[in-house]
């Protein structure tokens, strides 16, 4: 079963750094790039950046550029979307989903699961 | 960057049909994508390359694009089809390549 997991609930304070994490299984993790999304609390899906894990090539929406980072570790099949300094409006669920380019085009066709992010004082 | 522009609501009866529409002035040179997202849970993907649907996702939901104006339609609509539907699409060419459109609360009444 192709799959994206994604590591589970954080709470944290302003200032504070974190990374989360999105595993692949059932599919050539290499091979496909992966896409963050942004849902902040009862709002829309936000676009915020692509990597390919075979090289680490990377694009970032101008929205989100300079604000994260994202990263792979091909030995384990996983992705990383970081902060350094983590804000209140960061608050929000950030899901890792695959782009299967040869069949669907520039679809995110497989979605992880989702990973909540709290920043609160 | 572009936008794509959904309206924020559709209501519909069990059994008739509902059409959404995402409106974006690339759309006539790119794909679009739907996504429905029920709550609590993540994305999935109904609809990719304008009208192509997915292994697994049901006959009664389909894409069509005209000009700068995507659809997808529900077409018998059932109880469960309740959810938000999200358009996409991609630019390369774009500051920000992906975007999704504004979102699309679907009612069955």
């Known amino acids: 079963e192709v799959q994206l997991v994604q590591s589970g609930v954080e709470v944290k304070k302003p200032g504070e750094s974190l990374r989360i994490s999105c595993q692949g299984s059932g599919y050539t993790f290499i091979n496909h790039w992966i896409g963050w999304v942004r849902q902040m609390p009862g709002k829309g899906l936000e676009w915020m950046g692509i990597v390919y894990p075979g090289d680490s090539d990377t694009r970032y929406s101008p929205s989100f550029q300079g604000q994260v980072i994202l990263s792979v570790d091909k030995s384990i099949s996983s992705a990383y979307l970081q902060w350094s300094s983590l804000k209140a409006s960061d608050t929000g669920i950030y899901y890792c989903?695959?782009?299967?380019?040869?069949?669907?085009?520039?679809?995110?066709?497989?979605w992880g699961r989702g990973t909540m992010v709290t920043v609160s004082s | 960057s572009y936008e794509l522009t959904q309206p924020p609501s559709v209501s519909v009866s069990p059994g008739q049909t509902a059409r959404i529409t995402c409106s974006g002035d690339?759309?006539?040179?790119?794909?679009a994508y739907w996504y429905q997202q029920k709550p609590g849970q993540a994305p999935v993907l109904v609809i990719y390359?304008?009208?192509e649907r997915p292994s697994g996702i049901p006959e009664r939901f389909s894409g069509s694009s005209s000009g700068t104006t995507a659809t997808l339609t529900i077409s018998g609509v059932q109880a469960e089809d309740e959810a938000d539907y999200y358009c996409q699409s991609a630019d390369s060419s774009a500051t920000s390549p992906y975007v999704f459109g504004t979102g699309t609360k679907v009612t069955v009444l």
């Open positions: 690339a759309l006539p040179k790119q794909y």
């Open positions: 390359k304008d009208r």
């Open positions: 989903a695959r782009i299967l380019r040869e069949v669907t085009g520039d679809a995110f066709d497989i």
